[in-house]
């Protein structure tokens, strides 16, 4: 028995050192990494790139829209955008949109301060997209570095807020600057501590902040008159926008002041070189605004209000995707003698004709909305703005010669227009980041001319609207937006 013991144990030994011996021979087991390591500089959400000292945050959301009498977004029913405006069977009674929102935002800590890179873009499908198509858009794209930020990013004209006081769905409340897409621009921001900062910056502005410049002598046709959209006569683009702002944040309130100043640069008076041309002008707009917070009324309430002042400038009031003309139809005129009543507004940076210089456009604003919270998972909002557009009278003679062949005898056309727009929206967040929310918006396009317009041939009023008097008429529309949002 203990020679069978003695040998079992033998054995044991030697399977164990010849184990031993070969376990020798192998690589040492490497440490264990940490890959994803959470970087707290920043907030919540940043992570380590492996290897590097760069923080990065991935976000993003996924968003359907659904909209009655309006465009995307909330849109109101008052241009031929999927002929809306003509409030007829080609009109879209409602849209839809499905989008993917995909950011990233990295950041270093260096001795220069934090170096920033910061990139938004969208994937979306719209009414009248194909099945399997859409849009790919960038809406934001910038490098930030000691108080330098190049590339396309949020104006600082802009208040924090924009165009939602009350962080309603629709980027069609006019009235304030909105700019939510980013513009290309070159800004530097001052920190003075406190909360108090200054910014200043120049701005590319060929699309976003130029309106169309009006030329009298160029006749605008009978279909142009119904829509208000005319050959636009703006030149190059010579110069970028200069913007800048005073900003103060503190715990009770955001109060903000920007101004801005707009190069308005025309074409030719005719259709040569030799003819001549106006002189360039230059425009101004100037924005104050407060955001109220930590009311008596609940928690997380707010109350903003902006007010808005610009002399040839006017896209900083009427600005983002909006529109430069409009024009809505109502199914019936007051009397026979018109087949149906609309109204038509054209918003322009300026007007001219031969041998004149250019006629700036007046326009002044405010903005306002109310926020309260019910419950952490309820809020309600109320908003509104009021928009006044004035021509002078050299302006108003220009563009009134343009409509004179056209109009019904005893009518009088005056391009001077107010809009004025008043909504709701209630939102319910039932998990965090995940919210439902319905918005009502009326618009009124209130216009200031009297007796209507001739449409010489069916078609020039609009698709499928027939030859005939039009009566000029005050329009009100009424729109409405559903919105599912799921943000990450």
């Not at 849109?75 to 069977?89: I, M, S, T, Y």
């Not at 190069?263 to 104050?288: K, L, V």
């Not at 087949?339 to 306002?368: E, M, N, P």
């Amino acid at each position: 028995m203990s020679k069978i013991k003695s040998l079992i144990l033998g054995s044991a030994a030697a399977l164990v050192a010849a184990t031993g011996a070969q376990a020798a021979d192998l690589p040492v087991k490497a440490k264990a990494v940490q890959y994803v390591k959470i970087c707290s500089l920043y907030g919540a959400g940043f992570y380590y790139i492996p290897g590097t000292d760069t923080c990065i945050k991935l976000g993003g959301y996924v968003q359907f829209d659904a909209n009655v009498n309006g465009g995307v977004h909330d849109k109101p029913a008052w241009d031929n955008g999927n002929n809306l405006g003509l409030q007829n069977r080609t009109s879209d009674y409602f849209t839809t949109r499905t989008r993917v929102n995909l950011n990233i935002d990295t950041r270093t800590a260096s001795e220069w301060g934090v170096v920033r890179t910061y990139w938004a873009s969208n994937f979306q499908h719209t009414t009248g997209d194909g099945p399997s198509s859409g849009v790919l858009t960038m809406d934001l794209g910038f490098v930030q570095f000691a108080g330098f930020t190049f590339g396309k990013a949020i104006s600082v004209f802009q208040t924090p807020w924009g165009a939602n006081p009350t962080n309603l769905n629709s980027s069609y409340l006019i009235g304030g600057y909105d700019n939510s897409t980013g513009i290309s621009q070159i800004a530097y921001t001052w920190q003075f501590g406190n909360g108090v900062s200054a910014s200043v910056a120049v701005e590319d502005n060929r699309v976003i902040n130029r309106a169309p410049i009006y030329n009298g002598a160029v006749a605008p046709t009978n279909a142009q008159l119904f829509t208000g959209a005319f050959t636009n006569a703006a030149g190059g683009n010579v110069s970028p926008d200069f913007v800048g702002n005073i900003r103060v944040d503190q715990a009770a309130f955001t109060a903000q002041l920007s101004a801005g100043l707009h190069n308005i640069h025309a074409g030719y008076y005719g259709t040569t070189e030799p003819t001549g041309h106006p002189s360039d002008e230059w425009g101004f707009a100037i924005q104050g605004g407060i955001q109220l917070k930590n009311l008596p009324t609940g928690p997380g309430d707010k109350l903003s209000f902006s007010a808005i002042y610009t002399d040839g400038a006017p896209k900083y009031v009427i600005g983002g995707t909006t529109g430069n003309s409009f024009d809505s139809f109502n199914n019936a005129g007051t009397t026979p003698a018109f087949y149906q009543s609309f109204a038509v507004a054209s918003l322009l940076d300026g007007v001219y004709t031969t041998g004149g210089s250019i006629q700036k456009t007046k326009v002044w604003a405010v903005q306002g909305g109310f926020e309260h919270n019910w419950s952490p998972e309820w809020q309600t909002g109320i908003f509104g703005s009021y928009v006044n557009i004035d021509y002078n009278d050299t302006a108003s003679a220009i563009l009134r010669a343009g409509y004179a062949p056209s109009l019904v005898a005893g009518s009088n056309y005056n391009p001077d227009f107010k809009i004025w727009q008043i909504g709701s929206r209630t939102a319910w967040t039932p998990v965090r980041n995940l919210t439902f929310s319905g918005e009502v918006l009326y618009t009124t396009i209130d216009q200031s001319s009297t007796g209507g317009l001739n449409a010489a041939a069916a078609g020039n009023a609009g698709l499928f609207k027939p030859a005939g008097n039009y009566e000029f008429k005050d329009q009100g529309v009424l729109s409405g937006n559903f919105r599912v949002r799921r943000t990450w």
